[in-house]
């Protein structure tokens, strides 16, 4: 087995006879498949048959599994979802509630620190500006083949802002609701929040603050560029691993002989990441208490 050592000299030789060849002016060209696992368990599926669950999770399947591409130079990217026909009834429409959560084109520019982002949210164009967010990346020495390529473990802790449904979660899950139902049984009042607690489906969804990101990258390739928002590590990011969701590099083709140009999105208002986080927070509150008042709803009830 190398020690820690040795895999730290594999690494700097890897870093030396690589960056030779990418001296030059060069495109790649890395091909990425994500996956977001969701416990349907965690969201009344125990009430389901197997024959149900099956169904939904087929219909979820073009939600929750993608491919993207990434088209990168030595300092700038494009992050594109390389989009499919779908099937009828896939996951991508829910009324246009799927494209409101799933970005479109972003564009990174490790040099300046830039970040660009189309985004669609219920049916309006936003273009995100920003400056790319650090991580504090913790380099380990732990190794693994992915494809033709020795990558290298990093791992680092990323904040968890605004409404990231990928991070979703049900509040408190199963067993605390069921304390929660008993507790309410006790007192009007507890039973009155209660009340107000079901009928407000959002009460029942909270984000964690904070989730770990493992990262695999390879100095074969030695750009600071990774797929996602990932970037900061000396070399590739072939696979990220971020709470529920897994991003894996499937294929990666250097310098194309159909070169494509790496533009930056240019359509939709013009917001900074804070300003589209308090947008999407109104909305959901918005739509929280349309929910309420529905008939025969919490909000929509008289005395």
């Given at each position: 087995?190398?020690?820690?050592?040795?895999?730290?000299?594999?690494?700097?030789?890897?870093?030396?006879?690589?960056?030779?060849?990418?001296?030059?002016?060069?495109?790649?060209?890395?091909?990425?498949?994500?996956?977001?696992?969701?416990?349907?368990?965690?969201?009344?599926?125990?009430?389901?048959?197997?024959?149900?669950?099956?169904?939904?999770?087929?219909?979820?399947?073009?939600?929750?599994?993608?491919?993207?591409?990434?088209?990168?130079?030595?300092?700038?990217?494009?992050?594109k979802e390389d989009e499919k026909l779908e099937a009828p009834g896939s996951g991508r429409g829910w009324g246009g509630f799927g494209s409101s959560l799933t970005g479109g084109p972003k564009y990174k520019n490790v040099k300046s620190k830039e970040l660009i982002q189309d985004q669609e949210f219920f049916g309006k164009q936003f273009l995100i500006k920003d400056e790319l967010e650090t991580l504090e990346?913790?380099?380990?020495?732990?190794?693994?083949?992915?494809?033709?390529?020795?990558?290298?473990?990093?791992?680092?802790?990323?904040?968890?802002?605004?409404?990231?449904?990928?991070?979703?979660?049900?509040?408190?899950?199963?067993?605390?609701?069921?304390?929660?139902?008993?507790?309410?049984?006790?007192?009007?009042?507890?039973?009155?929040?209660?009340?107000?607690?079901?009928?407000?489906?959002?009460?029942?969804?909270?984000?964690?603050?904070?989730?770990?990101?493992?990262?695999?990258?390879?100095?074969?390739?030695?750009?600071?560029?990774?797929?996602?928002?990932?970037?900061?590590?000396?070399?590739?990011?072939?696979?990220?691993?971020?709470?529920?969701?897994?991003?894996?590099?499937?294929?990666?083709?250097?310098?194309?002989?159909?070169?494509?140009?790496?533009?930056?999105?240019?359509?939709?208002?013009?917001?900074?990441?804070?300003?589209?986080?308090?947008?999407?927070?109104?909305?959901?509150?918005?739509?929280?208490?349309?929910?309420?008042?529905?008939?025969?709803?919490?909000?929509?009830?008289?005395?």
């Amino acid at each position: 087995m190398k020690t820690p050592l040795s895999k730290l000299v594999t690494l700097v030789v890897l870093a030396f006879t690589t960056s030779i060849s990418f001296a030059q002016d060069f495109q790649g060209k890395a091909y990425y498949q994500t996956k977001t696992t969701m416990d349907l368990d965690q969201w009344g599926g125990r009430e389901m048959s197997p024959d149900q669950k099956k169904r939904i999770q087929e219909r979820m399947k073009s939600f929750l599994e993608k491919e993207y591409i990434l088209t990168f130079n030595k300092s700038e990217s494009i992050y594109k979802e390389d989009e499919k026909l779908e099937a009828p009834g896939s996951g991508r429409g829910w009324g246009g509630f799927g494209s409101s959560l799933t970005g479109g084109p972003k564009y990174k520019n490790v040099k300046s620190k830039e970040l660009i982002q189309d985004q669609e949210f219920f049916g309006k164009q936003f273009l995100i500006k920003d400056e790319l967010e650090t991580l504090e990346w913790k380099m380990g020495t732990e190794t693994k083949q992915i494809g033709k390529y020795m990558c290298f473990k990093a791992t680092a802790i990323k904040a968890v802002e605004g409404f990231d449904w990928r991070s979703m979660r049900r509040r408190g899950g199963e067993s605390d609701k069921k304390k929660n139902d008993e507790v309410a049984k006790d007192s009007t009042e507890t039973a009155d929040k209660a009340d107000a607690k079901s009928d407000d489906p959002m009460s029942e969804i909270e984000m964690p603050k904070t989730i770990e990101v493992v990262a695999w990258y390879t100095p074969q390739i030695p750009i600071n560029q990774g797929p996602d928002s990932y970037w900061g590590l000396p070399g590739l990011i072939l696979e990220i691993s971020a709470d529920r969701t897994t991003i894996l590099c499937t294929k990666i083709v250097m310098n194309p002989e159909e070169k494509e140009n790496i533009e930056k999105p240019k359509k939709g208002d013009v917001v900074t990441q804070e300003e589209y986080r308090q947008i999407t927070t109104k909305k959901m509150e918005e739509m929280r208490d349309m929910y309420r008042g529905r008939p025969g709803r919490g909000g929509g009830r008289k005395n």
